[in-house]
C-alpha cells in the first residue's frame, strides 16, 4: 500500500499532465492504482490523466503498469 499523501500528489500531477513530477512519485513509491476521494470522483492515477486530456500522463502511468 503506498503513502497517501504520495498517492493524492499522484492523482494531482496525473491531472495536470506533470509526467516530471509523475515520474519521481512513481519513483518514491506512490501508489499508481490507489482512488481518490470525493473531488476526484474515485479515480485513480490513471482515471485522472484519461479524464482530463493528459495522454502522455496516461502513457508514462500505463508504461509502469497501470
Given at each position: 500500500m503506498g503513502n497517501?499523501?504520495?498517492?493524492?500528489?499522484?492523482r494531482k500531477a496525473a491531472a495536470k499532465g506533470d509526467?516530471?513530477?509523475?515520474?519521481?512519485?512513481?519513483g518514491a513509491g506512490a501508489d499508481k492504482e490507489a482512488c481518490g476521494g470525493f473531488f476526484s470522483m474515485g479515480l485513480n492515477a490513471l482515471g485522472n490523466a484519461v479524464s482530463n486530456g493528459k495522454y502522455d500522463a496516461a502513457k508514462l502511468l500505463l508504461e509502469h503498469g497501470a
Amino acid at each position: 500500500m503506498g503513502n497517501p499523501k504520495l498517492d493524492k500528489s499522484l492523482r494531482k500531477a496525473a491531472a495536470k499532465g506533470d509526467v516530471a513530477e509523475i515520474a519521481r512519485l512513481l519513483g518514491a513509491g506512490a501508489d499508481k492504482e490507489a482512488c481518490g476521494g470525493f473531488f476526484s470522483m474515485g479515480l485513480n492515477a490513471l482515471g485522472n490523466a484519461v479524464s482530463n486530456g493528459k495522454y502522455d500522463a496516461a502513457k508514462l502511468l500505463l508504461e509502469h503498469g497501470a
